[in-house]
């Protein structure tokens, strides 16, 4: 071995040849130097010192019955995968074949995945067959697994199973996130038509247990029952809204959404101010905020009546509901399981912006004017669309005259 040092095994000369191309290569009397004294008696071997044990666990699985072999082997992954390495070099066809019975058959550490993939390649058809959990699985069978946990993920089962469906909820987002590798899954139109189906309805049952909430203040909602199954599907339709993102499909979600906005908010504003209520209506903003950004930034197309309602909606629950999350945040850090993201209230922000600016200025200067007058002037901030209404409006019959266009 190399750096000089000498470790000398004694072994059976037959033993070495049958269990090893390479003894038994320089053990015959073929090898060129079969008549130099002491040539046969003893056989180099060179390798790392870190190898060394794996050349002498190679030597004593000699002396095993081929039977035995796996089961000799059980001194976890590295080890065999050492073994397996020193075998190769040799030439030892049994000894190579219980290392890949055993590394195909046992469990796998990433840190030891990432050792086989380094080890493996380059070895042989032989050894193969231990890559088979890393292989690319094809398109058909990634589509049907795909679609099956996609149809667990929006449903609704036990509470029990709770876990498992927000596992799948996370891996089928993992699919198609766009990471250092590209997704696993490029989804085509009946791909998309299915996820439409299934949140579609996701959303049908959203709806009848909205409409199963009192509206009415003098009828409030209990925390317990009907309004902890809200929750949950609020959640449901929050990673839904990631997927359609991904997906570029938001349109339905955005209508149903917007359809349902004046019942969400009446709901909610009737129910009481304890913690639970404020982590659901923490869910109605994140999902408000994903619903307003595709209408701000034109991802979905809607008439200027629909759009100036949304803001009319959402502006006014925005401004009361931020302040009572922030007091609880700072106040009950220990008993909260929530915070509200920084850039979760600027994106908010800026998506109200967008959508305002895209009004008639008849409508814009409405809305800026209940703005300067409201006590929550601070949240949300809509300083850029008051600067840009102003300038718009200074100069627009100079500029809409320049046009020869008529103003009103």
């Known amino acids: 071995m190399q750096e000089g040092r000498d470790d000398r095994v004694y072994c059976h000369s037959h033993v070495l040849m049958k269990n090893s191309k390479y003894f038994a290569d320089r053990l015959s009397e073929n090898w060129p130097t079969c008549q130099i004294l002491d040539s046969r008696n003893c056989v180099d071997v060179y390798c790392q010192e870190s190898d060394l044990d794996y050349h002498v666990s190679l030597l004593r699985l000699f002396y095993v019955s081929i039977d035995d072999l796996v089961t000799d082997l059980c ?8 073994v397996l390495r020193v075998a190769n070099e040799l030439g030892c066809p049994q000894i190579i074949s219980a290392c890949v019975d055993y590394l195909e058959a046992v469990p796998w550490e990433e840190s030891e995945e990432d050792e086989i993939l380094k080890t493996i390649p380059g070895m042989g058809s032989q050894v193969e067959r231990i890559l088979a959990r890393l292989q690319p699985v094809n398109v058909v069978a990634i589509v049907r697994i795909f679609l099956s ?18 596992s799948a909820q996370e891996q089928l987002e993992y699919m198609l996130t766009e990471d250092d590798d590209a997704p696993l899954l ?28 009192p509206c009415n203040p003098e009828e409030p909602i209990p925390i317990t029952g009907k309004l902890q199954l809200f929750h949950s599907y609020l959640a449901d339709l929050l990673w839904a809204c990631q997927i359609l993102s991904k997906l570029d499909i938001m349109r ?9 906005s004046e019942t969400i908010t009446k709901v909610v504003e009737n129910a009481s101010l304890e913690v639970d209520i404020l982590e659901t209506k923490l869910k109605i903003i994140e999902i408000t905020t994903k619903t307003l950004e595709a209408i701000g930034y034109g991802t979905v197309i809607l008439p200027t009546a629909k759009r100036l309602n949304m803001v009319k909606v959402w502006l006014p629950f925005v401004r009361v509901v931020r302040p009572l999350i922030d007091s609880v945040s700072a106040d009950a850090e220990d008993n909260l399981g929530f915070k509200m993201d920084g850039e979760l209230w600027q994106s908010l922000e800026a998506a109200f912006v967008s959508i305002i600016l895209a009004l008639p200025s008849g409508d814009q200067a409405e809305i800026l004017t209940e703005w300067l007058k409201n006590e929550h002037i601070r949240y949300p901030d809509l300083t850029e669309a008051f600067e840009v209404w102003c300038y718009r409006s200074k100069v627009a019959k100079r500029r809409l005259a320049s046009f020869g266009t008529a103003t009103v």
Not at 75 to 82: E, M, S, T
Not at 189 to 205: D, N, Q, T
């Open 252 to 260: 339905q979600f955005v209508i149903s959404w917007m359809e349902a």
């Open 186 to 213: 490029t989804a085509d139109e009946e791909i998309k038509s299915e996820v439409r189906e299934c949140v579609k309805s996701l959303l049908a049952r959203f709806n009848n247990v909205l409409e199963s909430l």
């Open 75 to 82: 001194y976890g992954v590295r080890n065999a995968l050492g």
């Open 149 to 166: 946990a996609l149809r667990f993920a929006t449903s609704s089962p036990s509470p029990s199973m709770m876990d498992l469906k927000t």
